[in-house]
């Protein structure tokens, strides 16, 4: 099997936890490509993650690393990873028992595909978030005016510091530190989080992915659009952004942790 390595490259046990995993799974008959960053600072030779043919991913890091690789994929490929980051929602392992389950897919595992979003605007795409698109002023202390529209009905209208749009698996990240509930990944919806809202009734929506959503932002402020912190669009003073069902979900290698247990743990954490 064909697998491709990706490592946080700002953490030295991270890059030594990538160096090992090459390593063991070489000896074991895996094919193994580092990612091109990864490989720099490995001082080896590196594979662009874009074009990737690896039948598999090993991201080595936290969920930002993870969200960068499915960025950078353009064809979503089954991921595992590895927790090297503050919390890691979506690093199911720890680096002491990686190798265990690493070593186990050459025999073949379960995949779990998670929900993303797409972006257009005037049905041009910008992009595709797992954890959430975030809406903000370009300039800080100033409130934004935004219009939900719901299968063509005006739901409402608010003012505040920015907007949220989030998946489910992106309601445990800055959704959840917003006020946002945290929602099952397996349920198929998109989860609207205003924050700081003018008015104390302007609270989050759970919209199904099957409905079509538009959000209009009406204001006299520039304002941004962030996509899973890795991507920036100027929206400038008015646009309207249309949110659906991304045709690529990311893919997860299942590895048999159940997600309220994991929520419950990474929390305790904090």
């Given at each position: 099997?064909?697998?491709?390595?990706?490592?946080?490259?700002?953490?030295?046990?991270?890059?030594?936890?990538?160096?090992?995993?090459?390593?063991?799974?070489?000896?074991?008959?895996?094919?193994?490509?580092?990612?091109?960053?990864?490989?720099?600072?490995?001082?080896?030779?590196?594979?662009p993650?874009?074009?990737?043919?690896?039948?598999?991913?090993?991201?080595?890091?936290?969920?930002?690393?993870?969200?960068?690789?499915?960025?950078?994929?353009?064809?979503?490929?089954?991921?595992?990873?590895?927790?090297?980051?503050?919390?890691?929602?979506?690093?199911?392992?720890?680096?002491?028992?990686?190798?265990?389950?690493?070593?186990?897919?050459?025999?073949?595992?379960?995949?779990?595909?998670?929900?993303?979003?797409?972006l257009?605007?005037d049905?041009?795409?910008?992009?595709?978030?797992?954890?959430?698109?975030?809406?903000?002023?370009?300039?800080?202390?100033?409130?934004?005016?935004?219009?939900?529209?719901?299968?063509?009905?005006?739901?409402?209208?608010?003012?505040?510091?920015?907007?949220?749009v989030?998946?489910?698996?992106?309601?445990?990240?800055?959704?959840?530190?917003?006020?946002?509930?945290?929602?099952?990944?397996r349920?198929?919806?998109?989860?609207?989080?205003?924050?700081?809202?003018?008015?104390?009734?302007?609270?989050?929506?759970?919209?199904?992915?099957?409905?079509?959503?538009?959000?209009?932002l009406?204001?006299?402020?520039?304002?941004k659009?962030?996509?899973?912190?890795?991507?920036?669009?100027?929206?400038?003073?008015?646009?309207?952004?249309?949110?659906?069902?991304?045709?690529?979900?990311?893919?997860?290698?299942?590895?048999?942790?159940?997600f309220?247990?994991?929520?419950?743990?990474?929390?305790?954490?904090?």
């Amino acid at each position: 099997m064909k697998c491709l390595l990706v490592s946080r490259i700002d953490l030295p046990e991270a890059l030594d936890c990538a160096r090992r995993m090459k390593t063991a799974m070489e000896h074991a008959g895996y094919t193994v490509l580092l990612e091109t960053d990864t490989a720099d600072r490995l001082g080896e030779s590196g594979h662009p993650c874009g074009r990737t043919d690896a039948d598999f991913a090993v991201v080595v890091g936290g969920d930002g690393t993870i969200l960068h690789t499915v960025q950078q994929l353009q064809r979503q490929i089954p991921i595992i990873g590895i927790n090297q980051g503050e919390v890691g929602f979506l690093a199911d392992l720890e680096p002491d028992q990686a190798w265990d389950f690493v070593k186990s897919l050459s025999s073949g595992f379960a995949v779990e595909e998670r929900m993303r979003l797409s972006l257009l605007r005037d049905n041009m795409p910008l992009g595709d978030a797992l954890n959430e698109a975030l809406i903000v002023t370009t300039r800080p202390a100033k409130m934004l005016r935004f219009s939900i529209i719901i299968d063509g009905v005006v739901s409402e209208r608010f003012r505040s510091d920015g907007l949220l749009v989030s998946t489910p698996t992106g309601s445990t990240a800055y959704a959840m530190s917003a006020g946002g509930p945290i929602v099952d990944p397996r349920v198929q919806v998109f989860l609207l989080v205003p924050l700081a809202p003018y008015l104390l009734s302007s609270r989050p929506h759970l919209i199904s992915s099957n409905r079509r959503l538009e959000i209009r932002l009406e204001s006299s402020k520039p304002a941004k659009l962030v996509i899973d912190g890795q991507k920036t669009v100027e929206l400038g003073s008015s646009a309207s952004l249309v949110v659906q069902k991304s045709e690529q979900p990311a893919l997860f290698i299942d590895a048999h942790r159940n997600f309220f247990e994991k929520v419950d743990d990474k929390l305790r954490k904090l």
